[in-house]
């Protein structure tokens, strides 16, 4: 496993600093606050996950765990704005991130009980304490069955809401005994895969996915402060290698009811993520040629000022696309041709639904709102 080959003599990088020196290490591109490459990466992730719950192509969660991918990026950019603790850094993060999710379900929350409703399943709708997770989700916000292609994607959210908030506290950690913490959640992993813990359903959610996800988290604060950066790129790649086939090894030997993916094997998904974020958050790809693909390069822009928006919303726009291409007939050409044109149809709906909705992140983020970003 992972934590069997990061060993204090391994990886001298990530275990000299002392506690009273992290104001001594740089990033790894000092002075750059935005990192074209980090934005390239969320795009490619956005994709992929867009991609994924289209098709439900399994052989995408190991070409690239993108989940794993936007934890880690997330962690780098947590780990760039508690540099300047002045600026209330968790504060503004929470405020980046809830009013999109209050914009969802002031939709889907109405839509939900309506439907319940008139089906007569009102028995499936959320009590008080559930409606208050729509508010501050420290648990998954829950719906009905109906709901669900909505609400399935809301536990990014609160594994998100959750490592902002506890990142001062393992910041700290992390200067001291940087390698210890970065391995830690994948030894919590570990030991909840192997150590059959009864924990109440939603916290047992919540704790399983911080096991999951945290250690990416953590190399993203290993970019920011520049660490990744030192390791011996060999260590580094033999690290990433063994950790990537420990969590193919453990998915293919222990595989969910629906199969292989990666998605449904937590302890599969840990390692194998934590393997391919150290490799992605070390390379250093020049991309100045998006300046010159015009389109593209836009996107990459537009995707991130609406990640959170495009996040959101994606699953309703793939669930309304199939309704609509029968309405079109888009069968006629095909199977495969009918599926294509199905995701065809969900991007324009998602591209409607970020018109519309995505300014909100423009005030939450306090820019001048646009109805298309810049």
């Not at 606050?33 to 098709?55: K, N, P």
């Not at 011996?232 to 969590?247: E, F, H, K, N, Q």
């Not at 015009?294 to 199939?322: C, G, K, M, Q």
Request: aromatic share 10%.
């Amino acid at each position: 496993m992972a934590s069997d080959n990061l060993s204090e003599t391994a990886v001298p990088a990530l275990t000299t600093a002392s506690p009273t020196a992290p104001a001594t290490t740089t990033p790894t591109r000092p002075g750059a606050l935005r990192d074209r490459y980090l934005d390239f990466l969320r795009f490619v992730a956005i994709v992929r996950i867009i991609v994924y719950h289209s098709f439900g192509f399994v052989w995408l969660t190991y070409v690239f765990p993108a989940m794993g991918v936007m934890f880690a990026l997330g962690g780098s950019l947590m780990a760039n704005s508690l540099a300047n603790p002045a600026g209330r850094p968790v504060r503004k993060r929470l405020r980046r991130l809830l009013p999109a999710l209050w914009i969802f379900g002031a939709v889907v929350v109405p839509a939900m009980i309506m439907q319940a409703k008139r089906e007569g399943d009102a028995d499936e709708l959320p009590g008080i304490e559930g409606l208050l997770a729509w508010i501050f989700p420290i648990v998954d916000p829950p719906g009905t069955e109906w709901a669900e292609p909505a609400t399935v994607v809301l536990w990014y959210l609160v594994t998100y809401l959750w490592l902002v908030m506890l990142s001062p506290l393992v910041l700290r950690a992390y200067r001291r005994w940087p390698l210890p913490i970065v391995l830690t959640p994948l030894a919590a992993l570990i030991v909840i895969g192997f150590g059959g813990f009864a924990l109440d359903p939603a916290v047992g959610a919540v704790v399983l996915n911080l096991a999951t996800f945290g250690s990416c988290w953590l190399v993203g604060f290993a970019h920011r402060d520049g660490r990744l950066a030192r390791v011996p790129l060999p260590v580094l790649i033999g690290v990433a290698a063994v950790a990537m086939i420990a969590g193919a090894v453990w998915a293919f030997t222990h595989p969910a009811e629906s199969g292989v993916d990666l998605n449904d094997i937590p302890l599969g998904q840990g390692l194998y993520s934590f393997g391919f974020v150290l490799l992605a958050m070390r390379v250093r790809p020049s991309i100045a040629w998006l300046r010159r693909v015009r389109v593209l390069d836009w996107l990459v822009t537009a995707v991130n000022a609406r990640a959170v928006t495009i996040y959101l919303w994606h699953n309703p726009a793939i669930e309304v696309s199939y309704p609509i291409g029968d309405r079109l007939d888009v069968w006629r050409f095909g199977d495969r041709s009918g599926e294509m044109l199905c995701l065809l149809i969900a991007v324009i709906v998602m591209a409607v639904t970020t018109v519309a909705l995505g300014w909100i992140e423009d005030i939450a983020a306090r820019r001048k709102p646009r109805l298309i970003p810049r």
